[in-house]
């Protein structure tokens, strides 16, 4: 398994834009597809986008479409979320996922969290308004 931690959380104001990172160690990230999830206080775990092994599709929930971007440097061996536009609604640990997939599956997009079998501690994003 491929370990991964995350960073760049912190407290923002609402409208406010945030980086963050996800870095691998252990394996290099170019075979595996990629999710960010997150969890509110008191909420489950959710989905916020999902990018391919190849990179060359992406997925995102409609709750941060538009203002959310994922993206991926596998020669740094991490994983980025750019957060834009952020809402008081956004506040919550932030989760970085990984699966390896063969490469026929390069573009596919995993998109349920029992697909995923490497996991990050989680950062810490506050939005207040």
């Known amino acids: 398994q491929v370990q991964l931690v995350e960073s760049g959380g912190e407290l923002v104001q609402a409208g406010g834009s945030l980086r963050l990172s996800c870095a691998a160690s252990g394996r290099t990230l170019s075979s595996y597809a990629m999710g960010w999830f997150r969890q509110a206080p008191g909420k489950e775990r959710e989905i916020v986008g999902v990018i391919s092994r190849s990179g060359s599709s992406t997925y995102y929930a409609d709750s941060v479409k538009g203002r959310f971007t994922i993206s991926r440097d596998n020669a740094k061996n991490t994983l980025y979320l750019q957060m834009d536009s952020l809402k008081p609604e956004d506040t919550a640990d932030y989760y970085c996922?990984?699966?390896?997939?063969?490469?026929?599956?390069?573009?596919?997009?995993?998109?349920?969290?029992?697909?995923?079998?490497?996991w990050g501690r989680g950062t810490q994003v506050t939005v207040s308004s």
């Open positions: 996922a990984a699966v390896l997939m063969a490469s026929y599956l390069s573009r596919y997009l995993p998109r349920q969290q029992r697909e995923y079998d490497s």
